[in-house]
């Protein structure tokens, strides 16, 4: 994954956030909510291949949002000193990005994302009963919505790691902190004709760079 060292120098800024306060080890079963800041980026391509030679544009743009999500999930027993969490997550904000198109016109190309699905995996090292810190992997869906003059995917896939720290928070509620990057499949879309070319031809590869605090509540 790339820029993982923008990864662990936000874990260690949430870890600030977190804070301890039970004896009692959230396992089992559990229900959570959180708030994300998330900032996306595309590197994005723009090729018009009516020109001689073929036209090829570069860049890079971003975005960044705020977003909220649910989570539900089983977690082993946190007296032993390796663990595991696994879970589904829903992430319903929705973040966009906007390309200028190189072909003469005025169209533009946006890019929206929204509605995250995650299936993940974490295994976990249990510090105490009260602390734990993990890796996640997780394997996202992604809903999207393309505006413009152009083919319109509706969906795409992408990989997640991520770093954090689990705190025990009374007899049931826990404290998660979470830094992460998601890494989409590349994108592509053609102009339709009637605003832009059919002969040109966007690409970009989506890239969320989060950091995440949520609270849990273990049955």
């Given at each position: 994954?790339?820029?993982?060292?923008?990864?662990?120098?936000?874990?260690?800024?949430?870890?600030?956030?977190?804070?301890?306060?039970?004896?009692?080890?959230?396992?089992?079963?559990?229900?959570?909510?959180?708030?994300?800041?998330?900032?996306?980026?595309?590197?994005?391509?723009?090729?018009?291949?009516?020109?001689?030679?073929?036209?090829?544009?570069?860049?890079?743009?971003?975005?960044?949002?705020?977003?909220?999500?649910?989570?539900?999930?089983?977690?082993t027993?946190r007296s032993?000193?390796?663990?595991?969490?696994?879970?589904?997550?829903?992430?319903?904000?929705?973040?966009?990005?906007?390309s200028?198109?190189?072909?003469?016109?005025?169209?533009?190309?946006?890019?929206?994302?929204?509605?995250?699905?995650?299936?993940?995996?974490?295994?976990?090292?249990n510090?105490?009963?009260?602390?734990?810190?993990y890796?996640?992997?997780?394997?996202?869906?992604t809903?999207?919505?393309?505006?413009?003059?152009?083919t319109?995917?509706?969906?795409?896939?992408?990989?997640?790691?991520?770093?954090g720290?689990?705190?025990?928070?009374?007899?049931?509620l826990?404290?998660?902190?979470?830094?992460?990057i998601?890494?989409?499949?590349?994108?592509?879309?053609?102009?339709?004709?009637?605003?832009?070319?059919?002969?040109?031809?966007?690409?970009?590869?989506?890239?969320?760079?989060?950091?995440?605090?949520?609270?849990?509540?273990?049955?």
């Amino acid at each position: 994954m790339k820029k993982l060292t923008t990864t662990l120098f936000g874990l260690f800024a949430l870890l600030a956030l977190t804070s301890n306060a039970s004896a009692f080890s959230a396992s089992g079963l559990y229900l959570e909510v959180g708030s994300s800041a998330i900032g996306s980026e595309l590197d994005g391509k723009i090729t018009e291949t009516a020109t001689t030679p073929n036209e090829t544009t570069t860049g890079q743009v971003g975005k960044t949002a705020v977003t909220a999500s649910y989570a539900i999930g089983f977690m082993t027993d946190r007296s032993r000193k390796l663990g595991l969490d696994l879970g589904y997550a829903r992430m319903p904000g929705e973040a966009s990005i906007k390309s200028n198109t190189t072909d003469g016109t005025t169209s533009n190309v946006t890019f929206e994302i929204s509605d995250v699905d995650e299936t993940y995996i974490a295994p976990m090292l249990n510090i105490t009963e009260d602390a734990s810190v993990y890796l996640k992997f997780g394997w996202n869906s992604t809903d999207i919505k393309i505006t413009g003059d152009t083919t319109k995917p509706t969906s795409m896939d992408g990989d997640t790691l991520a770093l954090g720290t689990i705190m025990s928070w009374g007899s049931n509620l826990y404290i998660k902190t979470e830094a992460g990057i998601t890494d989409y499949d590349k994108l592509t879309v053609t102009g339709l004709g009637s605003g832009i070319a059919t002969t040109t031809t966007v690409s970009a590869t989506p890239t969320v760079h989060y950091g995440k605090i949520a609270i849990g509540y273990k049955f």
